[in-house]
């Protein structure tokens, strides 16, 4: 159910990306509370970005699931800024991250929806 969707333009070597993509998924399951079989984290690296006129190393995040909590956000963007900045090396404001609360019957998996 949650999709948590990870774009930098940074090249991300392989263990760094497997150490991220880890952690990630840790995170989720720990903030949101959903099993890890519904987890999924996408790592894309070296895209081109520019964010404040500078094409500096940035991030953006978008960050999906079914019931999303509105309450969460504040605290979501918090963890998953520092695990970005922590992980890459990317400051928090060069970081945007997207919310996103999908109803069920948009959200499909194994041949059906939720």
Request: hydrophobic residues 45%; contains cysteine; aromatic residues 8%.
């Amino acid at each position: 159910m949650p999709v948590l969707k990870i774009q930098t333009s940074q090249t991300v070597d392989e263990s760094t990306k497997a150490a991220l993509l880890a952690e990630a998924s840790r995170t989720i399951i720990t903030e949101l509370g959903k099993p890890e079989r519904y987890v999924m984290v996408i790592v894309e690296h070296a895209t081109a970005m520019m964010f404040a006129g500078e094409t500096t190393p940035a991030a953006y995040l978008e960050l999906k699931g079914i019931g999303l909590p509105a309450s969460h956000t504040a605290s979501l963007s918090k963890v998953l800024c520092h695990l970005v900045t922590k992980t890459l090396g990317i400051p928090g404001e060069r970081i945007y991250i997207e919310f996103a609360d999908v109803q069920g019957r948009m959200w499909g998996w194994n041949g059906g929806t939720f």
